[in-house]
């Protein structure tokens, strides 16, 4: 294996593989340096995304939700199975099988396309050039590099008063892996993550208690939304209290006591297992060597510019150890558009595009600007929105509940952004993911045919509802 590059990537998260790959398909001489480590102490490619993130929670958020279903809607249905009986061992072997599967696939994707994918810990030189150090034995290897790609991802936020033990006070992986359901969970923060991993397990068994420190739940997300979403979580039993601020999380043998204020003053619950959830910071320790001047903003994220260049001559960021969202497909979309970039490939990336998705039941996506922002920007706008609740689909998946919300400019009737809290809401943002990609106008929305019936058919009404014309409910 020679040691000298054309790209040489750090990382193989979902930024960093696909962007080696491009790179490979683009012709250019390819490595991969990757340090991940499970559990077990074994290497795996894929990063937090396949080994601990987005892979491993949706298989558990699928699993546990049959589960919930069969306990509470089959009966529904005609379909009498009596109460079901949970075999979490079995749960958590399959979401094993399917992390292992997509992250023996990266090995193979690599192999395919003939990047040199390498276990090891990097360290950009001064001089441009990569420092490995091998996971197996310890052993150096500069690799000389004409480029390199960054993309080391981002690690949990710990808290000062709640710093993880991995035990009674756990993060994101450890709630994850819980070999028995907990009778009471607490969860630090009601974003993304820690809706997702509640929502796991209140339907295995726990008794959830959410605290948000902001006052306005999803504060991110267009609030009419986050109210209908906030609501359908209410009723399937989890308990958020938002502008809940935790001072103190104390481990009392197998218990933590946690203290909180709120707008009635000190609180204090007791949970089994307190998982904090309060967002993630780039993961950048130990990867410049002292003299390698990169340059990092306040909240300790690599500046880049508009084609991700760092302030390291041919040094690139992309993903979460860099500015912007932290979602896997915007770090994937990044590693293309970089790997072309240094291509000298025409290459471009839309960040007013990239979706959003809460994978929770009812689940939560969006795209583009919420009616909080339109309002504050004042830009004049239209909007219309249409419940599930009409939709013959939806009503035979017994899932009738939320809605889809469309913004559109008043004046040019542009798609400005859509909102959804609802059945498969991360599947049917895709199209308009793709109509604001064109500049769609809700018109374009409104004359598109809609197969029927289908889920699909809310984001046509709602497109109609934007200029009063939906079919199907009351315009207002």
């Known amino acids: 294996m020679s040691n000298s590059y054309d790209v040489v990537v750090i990382g193989a998260g979902p930024g960093g593989y696909v962007a080696a ?55 529904t249905h005609g379909v009498k199975v009596g109460k079901p009986e949970l075999d979490l061992a079995a749960m958590q072997k399959r979401k094993g099988r399917i992390v292992k599967q997509f992250t023996g696939g990266i090995s193979q994707l690599f192999k395919g396309n003939k990047v040199d994918g390498i276990p090891g810990t990097a360290r950009v030189l001064k001089d441009g050039n990569v420092e490995v150090t091998k996971l197996d034995g310890g052993e150096k290897e500069t690799l000389q590099a004409k480029n390199v790609i960054i993309a080391t991802g981002s690690t949990p936020v710990e808290l000062p008063f709640a710093k993880f033990d991995h035990e009674r006070i756990v993060d994101s992986w450890d709630a994850l892996d819980f070999d028995e359901v907990p009778k009471r969970l607490g969860v630090i923060g ?24 902001e006052e306005d739940f999803l504060w991110m997300a267009d609030q009419q939304i986050a109210k209908e979403a906030r609501k359908q979580f209410k009723k399937e039993g989890l308990e958020i209290t938002t502008g809940a601020k935790v001072t103190q999380a104390e481990v009392k043998g197998k218990e933590v006591k946690v203290t909180y204020e709120d707008k009635n003053g000190t ?198 509802a934007v200029d009063k014309r939906a079919l199907h409910g009351i315009n207002r």
């Not at 699928?62 to 279903?69: A, C, G, K």
């Not at 796991?200 to 068994?205: E, N, S, T």
Request: net charge negative.
């Open 190 to 213: 009601a974003g993304v993550i820690g809706l997702e991993m509640g929502s796991v397990w209140k339907r295995l068994g726990s008794e959830v208690t959410m605290l948000e420190a």
């Open 267 to 464: 609180q204090e619950v007791t949970v089994d297992k307190l998982l904090v959830a309060v967002g993630r910071r780039p993961y950048t320790d130990g990867l410049f060597a002292d003299d390698a001047k990169v340059k990092l903003d306040k909240r300790g994220f690599i500046e880049v510019d508009e084609h991700n260049r760092t302030s390291m001559k041919n040094v690139y960021a992309v993903g979460d150890c860099a500015p912007g969202l932290m979602l896997a497909h915007k770090a994937s979309e990044e590693g293309v558009f970089v790997a072309d970039v240094i291509a000298g490939k025409t290459a471009e990336m839309n960040h007013d595009t990239i979706p959003s998705i809460i994978y929770t039941a009812p689940e939560v996506a969006w795209v583009g600007r919420t009616e909080e922002q339109l309002k504050k920007d004042k830009v004049p706008y239209k909007s219309g929105s249409f419940g599930f609740a009409a939709n013959g689909r939806a009503q035979a998946m017994e899932q009738p509940h939320g809605m889809v919300k469309m913004l559109a400019h008043k004046d040019t009737d542009e798609i400005l952004g859509v909102h959804i809290v609802g059945p498969m809401a991360s599947e049917l943002i895709a199209e308009a993911v793709l109509a604001m990609e064109f500049r769609a106008s809700a018109e374009d929305i409104q004359l598109t045919i809609h197969a029927h019936p289908a889920l699909g058919e809310v984001i046509h009404e709602a497109a109609l």
């Open 21 to 75: 790959i491009r790179a490979a398909q683009n012709g250019l001489k390819t490595a991969c340096v990757d340090n991940w480590q499970n559990r077990d102490g074994k290497h795996a490619f894929g990063g937090c995304c396949l080994n601990a993130g987005c892979i491993p929670s949706k298989a558990m958020l699928e699993s546990s939700e049959l589960f919930h279903r069969a306990g509470h809607e089959f009966e």
